[in-house]
């Protein structure tokens, strides 16, 4: 079975800017993956493990190719 990587974008607000759902997907999340400047953005309350990943696509790649099986979130800026 492959884990659903669920894509949330978030703004300069941070989790104070999700909708109910998006932020139960962080908030359940076991694992959040994202640039430096959007995990910098979730607070400690959210006890994940954080996979930061700074460049492009083959980084992206890179990051998420070796994560368990685990609820995980990828963080995009915006509205993806």
């Not at 759902?21 to 962080?26: D, G, I, P, R, T």
């Amino acid at each position: 079975m492959t884990t659903r990587i669920h894509i949330v974008g978030i703004g300069d607000d941070g989790l104070d800017g999700l909708t109910g759902h998006a932020k139960s997907l962080v908030d359940t999340a076991e694992i959040l993956v994202g640039s430096t400047t959007l995990i910098d953005r979730i607070s400690s309350e959210v006890t994940a493990e954080r996979v930061t990943c700074d460049g492009g696509l083959d980084a992206l790649e890179s990051c998420i190719d070796g994560l368990p099986e685990k609820p995980t979130v990828l963080l995009a800026s915006g509205d993806p």
